[in-house]
């Protein structure tokens, strides 16, 4: 049996590797998917995962679509005045967004929510939406899900604004898998919505958007190494190491790819000990469509993977969530590792159909995402320009890391059982908890819709 003795655990909360490595993904500026920094970024990881002691490092290239940002604003006339937004503190192009000029009358959504749209004409207008959910809505609609109800409706372009104060605009991929999407877009800061929902209560507010961008053609890298025996069977611990350009993507998810460094660093003291080979793996090109965990899904064999626990959404606290999807088993692991070092480790069921463990969970993989607890709703300073370094703390980034490296154990541990399902299972979930409104309304649902990977004819 698999645990990690006190000198380990001691070592790893003195450790800087993660930290070290924290900082030098945030001192290379931009790791959008497909650009320089991204790759510079993967051959970084690489080197980390050699120091840490892993076993059968590789760098695996893919293709992707690829999004280059040029500038952007917003000319609004209210009354006898006009003002308008360009500079980085009020709007923001959003990644996938095609370029383009247009005019026309500025319409708030409100939640933008599915029912706000039912039976509006939106014909040439620029309709706005609040990034925020409800919270008695039973469910999160994701930012590309009311982009794509705007362009059904007919909008023209569509503006996307933050609600949580002194967050900056949010960015954020309304890509669609191939190319650009349908409108152009832009997400504004929370006082720059404030400012044009005032201007919207007033009467018929005109306005002018111009964006500026490049799509092309690029590609990205998979990060991987292993530790343990030479099994078969593998569990999966991973995170991802491109980010958004608008700020340093410190949070997202540079703490998530220092974490899979750190469990893989304690992970290989451990490793005659593990009864179970652990891949570490760091994809690319999540932010814009999950490219590298389809790449890596489509080109493994399935049936060899145990379970993947996926780190993303981590770095806002040192508490511990674990999104089991249903795997009762992932779940009792870390309860588990909870009850062990007398923490709290905070487990939801549901489903999250975002970030890297979807593209294995849809497919019936046992899956979970490991995430940090935080005050509020929405992402904070992530997908912002203020996601850098000065946000985050070493010792969230210990005090996870060890807790994720002892569920990691555990689950690798030959006496737990982590069964795959039926992928109409996970099907049927997704069903039971509406997201497949959302999916369907960005041909991003699997069964009965487009492939799963679309660009898996290309491998």
């Not at 000029?101 to 029912?115: A, C, F, H």
Request: glycine content about 12%.
């Amino acid at each position: 049996m698999t645990e990690l003795s006190n000198t380990v655990v001691g070592t790893a909360y003195r450790s800087t590797a993660g930290w070290d490595l924290l900082a030098e993904l945030e001192d290379l500026n931009d790791r959008m998917p497909g650009h320089e920094g991204e790759r510079v970024g993967a051959d970084l990881v690489a080197e980390a995962f050699e120091e840490a002691g892993l076993d059968e490092i590789v760098l695996d290239e893919f293709p992707i679509p690829a999004w280059w940002r040029g500038d952007a604003s917003l000319t609004v006339e209210h009354g006898d005045r006009e003002t308008t937004f360009a500079r980085s503190h009020e709007l923001v192009e959003l990644p996938g967004t095609p370029s383009g000029e247009v005019t026309g009358e500025l319409v708030d959504m409100g939640y933008g929510l599915p029912e706000d749209f039912e039976d509006v004409d939106l014909s040439g207008d620029i309709a706005m939406a609040s990034s925020l959910t409800p919270d008695d809505y039973g469910r999160w609609v994701h930012r590309s899900e009311k982009y794509h109800y705007a362009a059904e409706s007919g909008a023209a372009a569509f503006v996307f604004y933050n609600h949580i104060e002194g967050a900056l605009p949010p960015t954020g991929n309304i890509g669609s898998v191939n190319g650009p999407g349908p409108i152009p877009a832009i997400g504004a800061s929370k006082e720059t919505g404030a400012r044009l929902q005032r201007y919207c209560d007033t009467g018929t507010v005109e306005a002018d958007l111009s964006v500026a961008s490049e799509v092309g053609r690029g590609t990205s890298h998979n990060i991987e190494g292993t530790v343990g025996p030479d099994t078969d069977e593998e569990v999966l611990f991973t995170a991802h190491v491109d980010g958004h350009d608008v700020g340093t993507a410190a949070n997202d998810n540079g703490f998530g790819t220092a974490m899979v460094v750190e469990v893989g660093k304690m992970l290989a003291q451990v490793a005659d000990e593990l009864e179970t080979k652990v891949r570490l793996v760091v994809f690319g090109a999540e932010e814009t469509g999950l490219y590298g965990s389809y790449y890596w899904s489509h080109t493994h064999d399935l049936d060899d993977v145990k379970c993947i626990v996926n780190v993303d959404g981590a770095g806002y606290s040192r508490n511990l969530e674990i999104h089991s999807h249903g795997f009762e088993a992932i779940a009792d692991a870390f309860d588990a590792v909870g009850e062990e070092y007398a923490i709290p480790v905070h487990t939801e069921d549901g489903i999250r159909p975002n970030s890297d463990h979807w593209p294995f969970v849809q497919r019936g993989v046992a899956g979970a995402q490991g995430r940090s607890s935080s005050d509020g709703s929405g992402r904070g300073w992530g997908h912002t320009h203020g996601d850098t370094l000065d946000k985050l703390d070493v010792r969230d980034l210990r005090d996870m890391s060890i807790l994720c490296a002892a569920g990691v154990a555990r689950l690798a541990r030959t006496d737990v059982e982590v069964d795959p399902v039926d992928d109409e299972e996970i099907k049927q979930a997704c069903l039971d908890e509406g997201f497949d409104v959302g999916m369907k309304a960005t041909d991003a649902w699997p069964w009965g819709g487009p492939k799963d990977w679309p660009w898996a004819e290309e491998l």
